[in-house]
């Protein structure tokens, strides 16, 4: 465990001058590191992931899909580092240098066009680029480029969003936490790397990542219907054979806010 620690330390030191152009705040700090966690894999002269891995909500990277650069907007005008909403259009406009389909939307900037061209054009092909950058950027702000099937022509640019502070995946064939951010709403339940997710509000994830994110997803819907402060995840812990749940907490609404003040 020292010399991952050790390793972590050098890296962040080593891209310190390579990444100027990330933001001033740095990595969202999470229990183990982020740049550590992430299942990158060399695969012949490309990088993919060990196993399936979800980055956001919608988005499950799998094995043989081809990793090709991880980046940051620095040119973005309105501050925002989302394609579509620099571009004032949709994310097919944000990728081209074309203008956007509305008279009354305006023109992608040039130099984000050129930026985003040049992202697009990248290729990194050793998995070190990906730790290096992981350990710099600001995780809320990277976006990932990949090709679910290797063609330069089959790209997507995705952001980096977890399950209310958890990084999951799948190593061992079973919803499983790789990560925990720290002081998160899942940390605060008392979740941790290596526990298996056996159900969320009492469904079951079936060993399957979109499972996973749909009942996430349904639990947190139902908790709002019912103004409930939490949900409750079942867990259970490496090497224990008894799951046990716990309640991960819901945003606070304006109602219970007005509560708190009583």
Do not use: C
Request: net charge negative; no cysteine.
């Amino acid at each position: 465990m020292l010399h991952r620690t050790f390793l972590l330390l050098g890296i962040m030191a080593l891209t310190t001058p390579l990444w100027g152009q990330a933001a001033d705040d740095g990595p969202i700090k999470m229990t183990p590191e982020l740049a550590l966690t992430f299942p990158v894999v060399q695969s012949g002269k490309d990088v993919t992931v060990k196993y399936p891995i979800l980055i956001n909500p919608t988005t499950i990277l799998k094995p043989g899909m081809i990793l090709r650069v991880l980046y940051i907007l620095s040119n973005n005008t309105d501050g925002s580092s989302d394609l579509a909403l620099a571009h004032k259009g949709n994310m097919e406009e944000s990728y081209s240098r074309s203008t956007s389909s509305s008279d009354d939307q305006a023109k992608m900037p040039p130099e984000l066009a050129h930026e985003l061209e040049g992202y697009r054009r990248t290729i990194w092909q050793v998995t070190q680029n990906f730790v290096m950058a992981m350990a710099q950027y600001p995780t809320d702000a990277m976006h990932l480029i990949y090709s679910p099937t290797g063609k330069n022509q089959d790209l997507v640019d995705e952001r980096f969003s977890f399950f209310e502070g958890l990084l999951i995946g799948l190593p061992d064939g079973k919803v499983t936490v790789l990560a925990v951010e720290n002081g998160s709403k899942a940390d605060k339940a008392g979740i941790k790397a290596g526990d298996e997710i056996v159900a969320v509000d009492g469904a079951s994830p079936k060993n399957d990542l979109s499972t996973f994110a749909n009942i996430w997803a349904a639990a947190k819907t139902t908790a709002k219907y019912n103004d409930a402060p939490s949900f409750p995840v079942t867990i259970l812990a490496p090497g224990h054979t008894d799951a046990h749940t716990t309640n991960v907490a819901m945003p606070p609404t304006i109602k219970s806010s007005l509560m708190d003040g009583f």
